[in-house]
């Protein structure tokens, strides 16, 4: 059985939060706001598969990144916890709620909804993919080479942290061929025959167009104890470009 990698703190706590990250991201993204979270709960940082220090397969979609999650709910002897997850990492949260009501205490769904997404993330691979490990000699030559297909530089950032040096050279910590090949998996939407009546929560980015007004329908028609709320100034990663306005709104929730 292969097992996550995760990072754990504050585990002095009783009550267990476990944050899932989201797609070419990694747990490490999660660590500034995991310490505060720490504070109060004990925080489960979990890399998917195929993402950070976590095992690579060719299988690749939601119902095994939730199988993953049950998987560690046994391991950890977990009988419950909030999850909150990001992007793909609030697919995965819905997915594995949807089918593990007893497990979740209060679900957090960041910046993504229920719905299917066209793929958006080609020329991200494209670009990740023109990157030749082999004769690659330093991080700035990777760095130009993206900014041939992904000009902000905070992306080109984000998606290089998944670039590792070694003793033979530099590999990808991501599994970029099961990320390519199942990619339109990745944007699938959630059945609409589900419902889930646990208490749960979708915020999203002012500046994103993730999860529209019209998409409002959908989501509570599904997620029956749900509110949805804004964070004006931040785009899709709006954890990390307004992260105190997103710990305010989650720790309230939590603790309502």
Not at 29 to 38: E, P
Not at 63 to 86: C, N, P, R, V, Y
Not at 134 to 142: C, V
Request: aromatic content about 10%; charged content about 25%; proline content about 2%.
């Amino acid at each position: 059985m292969q097992k996550l990698f995760y990072r754990e703190l504050g585990e002095d706590h009783e009550q267990a939060v476990i944050i899932l990250h989201g797609l070419f991201g990694a747990s490490d993204n999660w660590l500034t706001l995991g310490k505060l979270y720490a504070n109060h709960f004990h925080v489960y940082l979990i890399d998917q598969r195929n993402h950070g220090q976590s095992f690579h397969d060719a299988e690749f979609s939601y119902k095994a990144m939730a199988g993953d999650i049950g998987t560690f709910f046994k391991e950890t002897k977990l009988k419950s916890a909030h999850i909150i997850g990001h992007s793909m990492g609030g697919k995965t949260a819905m997915e594995f709620a949807l089918n593990n009501k007893e497990c979740v205490d209060k679900l957090i769904v960041a910046d993504i909804g229920p719905k299917t997404y066209p793929v958006h993330h080609r020329k991200i691979l494209k670009g990740l993919f023109s990157i030749d490990l082999n004769t690659l000699t330093s991080r700035n030559e990777a760095d130009q080479k993206l900014a041939e297909y992904v000009p902000e530089m905070g992306v080109r950032q984000f998606l290089l942290k998944n670039l590792a040096r070694t003793s033979e050279g530099f590999k990808w910590k991501i599994n970029l061929p099961a990320i390519a090949a199942q990619i339109e998996e990745i944007g699938l939407g959630l059945n609409d025959n589900y419902r889930y009546d646990g208490s749960s929560l979708f915020i999203r980015g002012g500046k994103s167009d993730y999860i529209l007004d019209s998409d409002a329908n959908q989501i509570h028609t599904i997620f029956k104890d749900t509110g949805v709320k804004t964070i004006p100034n931040a785009g899709h990663w709006l954890h990390a470009e307004q992260p105190d306005e997103f710990f305010r709104i989650t720790m309230d929730f939590l603790n309502s």
